[in-house]
């Protein structure tokens, strides 16, 4: 920090501090009324809340929230007041069927964390502070504007058991509160979004959007009631930790490209003989490494640059090459474990990263079939490997370079214009399925290599399940995007979802980027702070404990090996277990649980193991973890949100112990383990045991630096290093794989907005064909917009207007039998108004014949089915897009901006393909089959003898624009009209801030 930062902070106390003493008028203020409330009878205190009830519903969603600001006090104070009168009346009732007694007045911290729940921030509270019942407040007072206030948690146990407990103060006031369970029907869950405040886990209020607005066709068949306020429990966990897979909606494919099957056996050669290799170089290297430079009888390097290196380096070159082709290789691992060759590895790598060591470095790498790179998670197969894959034709997986093609192509004397359009559609399919090709190949190889079984998924019951790397939860419905999925599939030989398509997906961030208002609470939202900011627009206020926290953290104890950790995890686990000290031992996988489960059987040490599977069984162990002489081991996500109490005694040993036996890639959940004890002023001990071995020590760590400390040190078996700055180079590395994935989900939130952008139009357009009283306006707004351009088209600049070809094309598509002779001489504007108002005659004489009830849903269905049927393949074609630009992103484009502007071309043509399917549809659809032959009846007649006057209403005159329906706050109508003609001067639509012409607008 900067000293002048450093002494202000010293001064004027932080933000935060400055933000919690700005609130003590308020919370004052609070307590007062709540005193003054205690005289109210329960009725009274109940015609309050109607009143406020009453007054509020009238009102706008801006005058709403002034109301709710300027009640906050009275409101606060009502709901503690409530929870003074269940306490004193020992209120009784269930939670998750176990008998409960009510027994929480709020603390002034929680009143405090409540405030800024209401003012849209993440309120940090450390762990046992009471974050469920600091929620109450803000959910009660958004809960009295009747829209419906979400309270979302990370899993479904939680939702009921939250909802239950503080249900009892909701009800007591007089608010209906809701759950959303995960086996309830549609008509089970409308009523609960109905409620006034509603409990719900985060992937069902995501899925409940996706089917409202992807899959529903009628407003009886939706659930959900608009997005307003949203308090994220454990917000972290939910939108930066989950935020890397969307939630998906897949249904039939209609075609299909993958070739996961062919390629599989083939891969599956190219990886087993890719690891005989790396076997036996890895021997060969730890050979040479025994052999060591001092003994010159050793005999000479064994082959190769014998002059240039010692046998120690020779050693490391090949182990660099190991760690290229098989960066999970047993030998490697094992010489990574001692000091001396873990130093001499890492020095030779670091030096083929110097430019004059480069091309030595693509020599070696060309010696092996592919080449992995486990922290960018790539995979490339060499001259070598594409050779053996296609034998002969090394070709077939190399990238054409279209642009020189192109060039070629039109430089050609000899090709005509109309062959050299066609030459070029040709170059460009070889491109697509040559980069098809290599795409697959390369998931594949990443499958095999850097995906393993019960790590990154487990198989059940014939399916890939992705397992959470940092919390060990499952995560049933969700799929890796890419093709990545289908290859896991392929590698496992389970049925590959070849069938399936996106139906309809959105990210977790974007589903709460709907709301109004958001807001959320955790134990540790600091260290991510900017990224709340920036993506959320969340700001942080950290609340302080109610009591002052006492917990002692020990140093990290850092291990050679592995091994060596686990060892002493267990000695110590032992020591404390046997003077009845409880231990919470946390692991980063579910592997790491099962591993040190069975060593502490093998030391017969009593314990629980929880995975973060069964939520409520798990809720019920942890809250056992505090009792005297208990072991329980949980992966970072298991039993959060569960309180652990301390048994009778316990404090006089130390309290709960908390162990973490491997520092996580972030920091962040670090803390969140670390605030597993100490609770509400209790003692308690954490420390952390870490191995050079470690995933994150091995790819981030300050490992050179590391390395030579162990020297210094000369570290014995089962030793470890022990100092303050060793915690901070913990720390370090922590910070830049935090940073690193940061960036990795700004990327993917930046192509996620772009469909984010275009999804909210498609989904504003199909939700006002579902919602609107008046669904043919919507078919009239088509109309008007559509005939127009069309009519453009063949009217050619410069050129004589194109008329025959328009007749066939409006006589085609309508039943309006135009002739030349009304069109002829008119100018465009005029003609498109002839055919505009003649279809809409045409239109209103074919719906006279409709059974009358019927025609509004017919004509929402034709929106429907025409937005259906299109959307979906351009979501198709989306992602085929997504990974096309990455294959492209060879030369210098970014891909984001060759994404964005082809996205935006996508998205024009399927608003114009849209149209034309409605239009299509217009005279297609009827009632039934007798209003169509009526209208059939009377169309010859109509044919034959078109009365210009009746029919067209004046030709000159174009008609008055049908006027738009009311569009409702979260219909994005005027996207939708706007989208696709935007002036050149405007803000491109596509988010990039800079104008359209300059933009996706260059080329169009
Ligand atoms: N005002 C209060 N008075 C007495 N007990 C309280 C009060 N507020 C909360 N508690 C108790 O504190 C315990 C912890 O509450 P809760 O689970 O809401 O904490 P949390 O902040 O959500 O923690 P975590 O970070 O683990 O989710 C509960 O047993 C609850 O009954
Ligand atoms: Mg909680």
Not at 498 to 507: C, F, G, M, R
Not at 524 to 546: M, R, S
Not at 559 to 585: C, D, M
Request: glycine letters at 6%; a negative charge; aromatic letters at 8%.
């Amino acid at each position: 920090m900067n000293p002048i930062t450093w002494i202000l902070k010293k001064i004027l106390g932080s933000k935060n501090q400055r933000l919690v003493k700005s609130l003590r008028p308020v919370v004052a203020q609070i307590n007062k009324l709540e005193q003054e409330f205690r005289s109210l009878s329960d009725e009274q205190l109940r015609a309050k809340v109607a009143k406020w009830k009453e007054e509020l519903k009238p009102l706008e969603w801006s005058a709403q929230q002034e109301y709710l600001d300027r009640i906050l006090p009275e409101a606060f104070a009502a709901v503690k007041n409530a929870a003074f009168r269940l306490n004193e009346r020992k209120a009784a009732f269930t939670v998750c069927d176990q008998p409960m007694t009510w027994a929480m007045v709020h603390f002034d911290t929680q009143l405090i964390g409540g405030y800024c729940l209401h003012k849209g921030k993440i309120a940090e509270m450390a762990t046992g502070e009471g974050k469920t019942l600091v929620a109450t407040l803000p959910l009660f007072l958004n809960g009295l504007t009747g829209r419906g206030s979400h309270l979302v948690t990370t899993n479904d146990y939680l939702a009921r058991r939250d909802a239950e407990w503080m249900g009892q103060l909701y009800k007591f006031l007089g608010l209906t509160v809701g759950i959303i369970q995960h086996d309830q029907s549609p008509d089970l869950r409308r009523e609960q979004y109905a409620c006034d405040i509603c409990y719900g886990m985060n992937s069902e209020f995501g899925f409940d959007y996706l089917r409202d607005n992807g899959m529903a066709t009628s407003k009886e068949q939706q659930v959900q009631r608009g997005h307003w306020f949203a308090i994220v429990d454990e917000v972290d966990s939910i939108l930066i930790d989950e935020a890397r897979v969307p939630l998906i909606i897949s249904g039939p494919v209609t075609v299909s490209t993958h070739q996961y099957d062919k390629f599989k056996p083939l891969v599956e050669q190219i990886v087993k003989k890719q690891t005989m290799l790396c076997n036996r170089l890895a021997t060969e290297a730890l050979q040479l490494f025994e052999q060591g430079d001092a003994d010159p009888k050793a005999g000479p390097v064994a082959k190769g640059k014998a002059s240039e290196f010692s046998r120690t380096e020779e050693a490391a070159r090949i182990m660099c090459k190991v760690k290229w082709g098989q960066p999970l290789n047993k030998g490697y691992l094992r010489a990574m474990e001692d000091a001396e060759k873990r130093k001499a590895i890492e020095k030779m790598e670091l030096s083929f990263y110097a430019d004059v060591r480069k091309e030595e470095m693509w020599k070696l790498k060309e010696e092996l079939l592919f080449t992995i790179d486990q922290r960018a998670h790539e995979a490339d197969l060499t001259e070598q490997g594409r050779e053996f894959m296609s034998p002969g034709d090394p070709d077939a997986f190399v990238l054409p370079d279209l642009p020189t093609a192109f060039a070629e192509i039109d430089g050609s004397t000899e090709l005509t214009d109309a062959q050299k359009i066609e030459a070029k559609a040709k170059a460009q399919e070889q491109m697509n399925v040559q980069s098809e090709r290599i795409h697959n190949i390369s998931q594949l190889l990443r499958a095999y290599c850097l995906y393993e079984k019960d790590v990154h998924y487990i198989v059940a019951e014939g399916k890939v399940v992705i397992v959470d790397e940092n919390t060990g939860r499952t995560m049933p419905g969700r799929r890796w995007s890419d093709g990545l999925h289908q290859a896991v599939e392929a590698k496992e030989g389970v049925q590959i979802d070849k069938e399936t398509q996106t139906l309809a997906t959105i990210t977790v961030q974007n589903y709460f980027r709907l709301y109004r208002k958001l807001a959320g609470m955790t134990g540790t939202a600091e260290t991510e702070a900017n990224e709340f900011h920036d993506i959320y627009k969340l700001d942080v206020a950290v609340i302080p404990t109610n009591r002052p926290c006492v917990r002692k953290d020990g140093n990290d104890l850092i291990f050679k090996t592995r091994r060596e950790k686990y060892n002493s995890v267990v000695k110590e686990i032992s020591e404390a277990h046997a003077k009845g000290q409880p231990v919470l031992v946390g692991t980063a996988s579910v592997e790491a649980s099962e591993l040190l489960s069975r060593m502490l059987q093998r030391a017969k040490i009593p314990h629980a193991v929880l995975n973060a599977r069964l939520h409520q069984q798990e809720a019920e162990i942890i809250t056992r973890a505090g009792q005297k002489g208990q072991v329980t081991i949980s992966t970072n996500m298991a039993g959060r949100g569960t309180d652990i109490k301390l048994g009778t005694g316990v404090a006089e040993v130390g309290g709960l112990y908390v162990l973490g036996t491997e520092r996580h890639e972030s920091r962040r959940i670090d803390r969140q383990l670390r605030g597993r004890c100490a609770r509400q002023g209790d003692p308690g001990y954490t420390r952390f045991y870490v191995s050079f071995e470690d995933d994150l020590m091995r790819n981030f760590g300050a490992a050179e630096r590391m390395t030579k400390l162990m020297e210094r040190f000369g570290m014995q078996e089962g030793e470890a290093l022990e100092h303050s700055w060793l915690n901070k180079s913990v720390e370090t590395a922590q910070k830049r794989v935090e940073q690193r994935n940061y960036l990795i989900r700004k990327r993917t939130l930046e192509f996620d907005d772009v469909m984010n952008k275009q999804r909210e139009i498609i989904y504003g357009w199909r939700n006002e064909a579902i919602n609107t009283d008046d669904p043919r306006a919507l078919l009239y707004e088509v109309i008007d917009d559509r005939i127009p351009e069309k009519v453009s088209e063949f009217f050619p600049d410069g050129d004589a207007p194109q008329l025959e070809e328009l007749l066939r094309w409006a006589n085609v598509t309508f039943p309006v039998a135009v002739d030349k002779a009304a069109l002829e001489g008119k100018t465009e504007e005029e003609v498109a108004a002839v055919l505009t108002e003649r279809v809409k005659k045409a239109y209103e004489l074919k719906s006279q014949h409709e059974v009358p009830d019927a025609v509004a849903n017919i004509e929402r269905y034709i929106t429907l089915t025409a937005i259906d049927k299109l959307w979906q393949d351009h979501l198709y074609g989306m992602d085929g897009l997504r990974e096309g630009v990455y294959l492209r992103a060879h030369g210098q484009k970014d891909p984001l901006i060759e994404y964005k502007q082809e996205a935006y071309k996508m998205f024009e043509a399927l608003m114009g393909a849209i149209s034309d399917e409605v239009l299509h549809n217009l005279f297609r659809s009827t009632s039934n089959i007798m209003a169509f032959e009526q209208f059939l009846a009377n169309l010859p007649q109509f044919l034959s003898a078109p009365d210009e006057s009746s029919i067209t209403g004046g030709v000159s005159a174009p008609a008055e624009p049908e006027p738009a329906p009311e569009p409702e706050a979260q219909i994005q109508l005027p996207a939708r009209r706007e989208a696709p003609k935007v002036g050149r001067n405007e803000p491109c639509p596509c988010g990039s801030g800079r104008k359209y012409k300059d933009c996706c607008g260059k080329k169009a």
